[in-house]
């Protein structure tokens, strides 16, 4: 469920017209829903009340500050994979103790920076990375608080770009040397090595791969235990899917995946840390494109829009496939066409939709993507030299621009001419 519905015949974000922000701030635009947003959150917070369990939103689904700040005023913590997103997660108000760091392969400077900053736990995903955590704690005179991501063998079912949990996978450490690791890093000074963490891959539709990891995390987590080492914190990651379209793949509830969690995990005394994106942000966050024009191709009709891959990666890169609706809700005697829906980049490969049924468009009308809150602008680029869309946030019946348009002349600056070609020198 989400809060972009139509009333009145006008595809409302809460109770803002899509059409209202559109006249004011021009296509392409997202749109987010704070209430959406919300209500995700809560439905994790909801299913694992009661218990010691810190819910740390994926910042990399949608680093919007303002987004950050919305979870993290409801008591989000946040998992952050650079630098970069732990400057975001703090400037929108996660507290460091809130905050877990992953990612496979994290700089001396990206961790010193984490450290200084006070996370609650470093997940390393090497054995070189544990050895650049201890050295630079060291040189911080602080103890690393770390977890190690392990690699399950596990197949996540999903797509094999967003499946992280396989053998093979670059991500986190076989899980058969884990006691390993535990052995090198009990002789170091600096780091505390206390949690284990796994993390699948992403739009997993099925608590079945997640049951699996699960198991395999409590198994060594009750090796290591008996081995002596203290194990205080499991982090299950985050991946649980969401609906894309009508009639495709439907996601488990966060209840029934938090029951997934509890009965693996739930018994073991430790802290545990979830770490949802898509599922809290995905379905929280519309594209909204106009029709430039309407092409009747030899077999096909191409309905070319102003918003492309560079806005919206995921079609392009994964086969992803979006609900698409018009702004205006199609009348009762609408005629129903199957058209191409296509950015205007140069690549063939640029394209939203392929034989989707939409009422007749026409140049000037709005469309909106759906579920494009998670893993799409953030994935933006300037590709054709075409600006960075706008990013706005509605809450009742107030909207805001979080992220303005940045335009070519925004990018051009940052360019300049070698002396050597500047003419009339
Ligand atoms: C990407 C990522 C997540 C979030 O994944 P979703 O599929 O968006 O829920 C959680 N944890 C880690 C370590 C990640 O890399």
């Not at 010691?52 to 913590?77: E, F, R, T």
């Not at 990891?213 to 409590?218: D, K």
């Not at 609408?334 to 205007?344: I, K, L, Q, S, T």
């Amino acid at each position: 469920m989400d809060h972009f519905q139509y009333h009145g015949g006008r595809l409302r974000a809460e109770d803002v017209p899509l059409e209202d922000i559109a006249s004011e701030v021009g296509t392409p635009f997202y749109c987010y829903s704070t209430a959406t947003l919300e209500r995700h959150y809560r439905a994790f917070a909801d299913a694992f009340a009661g218990m010691d369990a810190m819910i740390c939103y994926a910042v990399k689904a949608n680093s919007n500050i303002a987004v950050i700040g919305a979870l993290a005023g409801l008591g989000a913590g946040a998992d952050v994979v650079s630098g970069g997103e732990l400057k975001r997660a703090l400037a929108a108000g996660v507290p460091p103790e809130k905050i877990v760091f992953s990612g496979v392969g994290k700089s001396e400077d990206e961790i010193a920076a984490a450290l200084k900053a006070g996370v609650a736990r470093i997940n390393i995903e090497s054995d070189p990375e544990l050895d650049c955590l201890n050295r630079v704690a060291a040189s911080l005179g602080v103890t690393a608080s770390a977890g190690i991501r392990v690699n399950p063998d596990v197949d996540a079912n999903t797509h094999e770009k967003i499946s992280t949990g396989k053998r093979g996978n670059k991500f986190g450490i076989e899980w058969t040397r884990t006691h390993e690791v535990f052995i090198r890093a009990s002789a170091m000074d600096a780091v505390s090595l206390t949690g284990v963490a796994v993390h699948i891959g992403s739009q997993i539709t099925d608590l079945k791969p997640f049951e699996e990891a699960f198991v395999r995390v409590r198994g060594l987590a009750a090796i290591l235990r008996a081995d002596g080492h203290l194990i205080d914190s499991l982090d299950v990651g985050g991946g649980l899917g969401v609906s894309y379209e009508d009639g495709g793949d439907v996601a488990p509830s966060p209840a029934d995946y938090a029951k997934t969690v509890k009965s693996a995990l739930g018994d073991l005394g430790c802290k545990l840390i979830i770490e949802p994106g898509r599922a809290i942000a995905g379905n929280a966050g519309v594209l909204v494109m106009r029709v430039i024009y309407v092409k009747e191709g030899a077999s096909r009709t191409f309905v070319i829009v102003d918003a492309a891959m560079n806005d919206l990666l995921r079609p392009a890169l994964y086969g992803a496939r979006h609900a698409i609706v018009p702004a205006r809700e199609a009348s009762s005697g609408a005629n129903w066409r199957e058209v191409d829906v296509v950015g205007p980049v140069c690549e063939t490969g640029d394209v939203f939709a392929k034989q989707m049924l939409l009422p007749e468009v026409k140049t000037g009308d709005l469309l909106a993507i759906r579920t494009a809150g998670a893993y799409a602008a953030v994935m933006g680029s300037f590709y054709n030299s075409r600006p960075l869309a706008p990013e706005t946030l509605v809450k009742g019946d107030a909207f805001q621009v979080v992220r303005e348009r940045i335009s070519v002349d925004d990018l051009m600056a940052r360019e300049t001419m070698p002396p050597w070609l500047e003419s009339g020198g």
